[in-house]
């Protein structure tokens, strides 16, 4: 067999969205001792490969960058490696680089969910095309296209028809569990919701405090606890908190070491997912791992992905929101029913068979038989 020179872009690989890099790409090395890969990593990434046939190499350009400058070095980068193919791993790609392409879509988020911010009307307006300009030409560009759901595959049809035949659905797994003791964090107390994530407004936490707002009112000993970065979405949020009954029982513990986010997940009474729109969406799941049971939003790939491990709700309705928690809160059975149904789901994804899949698209585009 000939021997091909395969890059994978993986400089998100250290950020949330990046574990599907990471994974892939450790994955990969257990299972292709033939071809010969090439890594691109931030310039301060010291990720070290174990198998010979990988090895990385620093790439210095911004993942997200409308740079001309940035493109055009980014793309005489990759024409220096002389790659038979490129995976990457992200939509986001340099607008001159052609030849073999591999790319994976994680979701539509950004099409929908753009936040202006204090972004002048002109230039976010500038920007929200763009993107989607990108994101076309990406995928004209692309031999395949990998996105981690099937709602994602019929998601991108609708909205680039020509993507049709060449997307191919590989799921995604669980993050890999620490393997460290579990410790308290000081601010989560007594019985409680959890939420973990980032505060987006596809995130639709607004409504999950409305409805935990109902809640509170016929458990008022329970709390929210909600675990991500204090960015600028949490702090606006916080702010909002304010102003709803429950805000008493409502915790923002801010960003939690991977110790205190698992004593968090054992502990808690449910896990609530109210998205709107994801691509895999890992955290609920990771719930389940840790036995956990899971009410859930109805919306985008959650069913697909979460199937008979959650309970789900209507992520537009308060109201509905907090009738399927005091649902499972007040029906001991059916939360047994779920934490058994959610240890059977998270067996379903891995790692071990996403890489493999991938592989096999890269030999499908390769012509490899």
Not at 54 to 68: C, G, V
Not at 225 to 249: C, D, F, W, Y
Not at 320 to 334: C, R, S, W
Request: proline letters at 7%.
């Amino acid at each position: 067999m000939n021997t091909r020179h395969i890059v994978i872009d993986a400089r998100v690989r250290r950020s949330s969205t990046g574990r599907y890099a990471d994974q892939l790409v450790e994955h990969l090395q257990d299972i292709d001792h033939d071809n010969r890969y090439t890594i691109l990593v931030a310039p301060d990434d010291t990720w070290r490969m174990h198998s010979p046939n990988f090895r990385t190499t620093p790439s210095p350009f911004p993942q997200f960058s409308f740079n001309p400058l940035n493109e055009l070095r980014f793309a005489l980068q990759l024409y220096r490696l002389k790659p038979d193919l490129v995976h990457f791993t992200m939509t986001q790609q340099p607008l001159l680089y052609f030849g073999n392409i591999v790319t994976m879509t994680h979701d539509l988020t950004m099409l929908h969910f753009i936040r202006r911010g204090t972004t002048p009307l002109p230039v976010y307006w500038l920007k929200k095309r763009l993107y989607a300009f990108l994101m076309w030409w990406s995928h004209r560009k692309s031999r395949r296209i990998v996105v981690p759901a099937k709602t994602i595959a019929n998601e991108l049809a609708a909205y680039q028809p020509f993507t049709k035949h060449k997307t191919t659905v590989i799921y995604e797994s669980i993050g890999v569990l620490p393997k460290i003791k579990p410790k308290k964090p000081a601010t989560v107390n007594g019985t409680y919701l959890m939420y973990q994530g980032t505060f987006f407004p596809h995130k639709n936490l607004d409504r999950l405090v409305a409805a935990f707002d109902i809640v509170h009112q016929k458990k008022p000993d329970l709390s929210l606890v909600m675990v991500g970065k204090a960015e600028v979405n949490q702090q606006e949020l916080a702010e909002r908190i304010k102003t709803h009954p429950s805000k008493g029982k409502i915790i923002l513990t801010g960003f939690l070491p991977d110790n205190e986010s698992r004593w968090t997940f054992e502990h808690a009474t449910l896990y609530v997912m109210p998205s709107l729109m994801e691509g895999f969406s890992m955290t609920a799941l990771e719930a389940m791992a840790y036995g956990c049971p899971v009410v859930s939003s109805n919306a985008s790939v959650m069913p697909e992905v979460y199937g008979p491990g959650a309970h789900y709700f209507d992520p537009l309705s308060p109201e509905d929101i907090a009738a399927k928690i005091i649902e499972v809160l007040d029906n001991p059975t059916l939360k047994k029913q779920l934490i058994a149904s959610g240890y059977k789901q998270v067996k379903k994804y891995s790692w071990e068979k996403l890489a493999a899949e991938t592989y096999t698209v890269y030999r499908q585009v390769l012509g490899i038989h």
